[in-house]
């Protein structure tokens, strides 16, 4: 089995971030999701600012060779401030409402290799080491994000707006008196000025 690592990124990374965002998209559009990522998104603008904050890692397989990347960031997020009520596919109406109002990390372009498994559970260990509450959004025609979140135990909450006015959905999940937490140690570059 191959074993998978996470690092911080650096700009020296930029190059397999942007591949792997590539991979994203064209995964993204073979399964009928053509509204996100668009226009170049995510940039190598976006990924230097990540790198920038300290909120930007990388997963490689046991040669070294970049097969993920996720940013992973202290919230709050200023576009999880509201959420808002939404409509499950059964017709079931779910009434937008965070698990909790306490302490939690984001995650954001979340980008693997097709041909590597394990990413989202290499990730997810990871962050659950550093927090006990973590929230993802995605898109509404991102049906495979929306199943790992499903098959990970993730509760979908509601919907939330970007900045820019589109729609994602909104998940979160709480560990609850998890003996594995370790208190939050992540700090990012900001947190040192």
């Known amino acids: 089995m191959n074993r998978l690592s996470i ?3 650096t700009a020296a990374d930029l190059p ?20 996100q990522w668009v226009g170049g998104y995510p940039s190598a603008d976006v990924f230097l600012e990540d ?7 990388l997963i490689e397989a046991s040669d070294g060779t970049a097969v993920g990347t996720f940013a992973f960031i202290p919230g709050p997020d200023p576009t999880y401030a509201r959420i808002y009520d939404d409509y499950l596919p059964s017709g079931e109406h779910l009434p937008g409402a965070w698990i ?13 290799r097709p041909d590597c498994h394990g990413i989202m559970a290499a990730l997810l260990d990871y962050c ?19 199943h790992l979140m499903e098959r ?20 979160q999940k709480v560990l609850q008196d998890d003996p ?14």
Request: contains cysteine.
């Open 7 to 9: 690092r911080h990124s």
């Open 16 to 35: 397999a971030l942007l591949a792997l965002a590539e991979a994203a998209r064209k995964i993204m559009r073979e399964n009928g999701n053509h509204g």
């Open 51 to 57: 790198i920038a904050r300290g909120c930007s890692y």
């Open 100 to 112: 909790n109002a306490g302490p939690y990390y984001v995650v954001h372009r979340i980008a693997s």
């Open 128 to 146: 659950f080491e550093h927090t006990s509450s973590l929230r993802i959004d995605t898109h509404r025609d991102n049906l495979i994000m929306q």
């Open 152 to 171: 990970n135990g993730f509760t979908r909450c509601g919907i939330i707006y970007l900045a820019n006015g589109d729609e994602r959905l909104a998940y």
């Open 180 to 193: 594995r937490i370790k208190p939050t140690n992540i700090k990012t570059k900001n947190d040192n000025e």
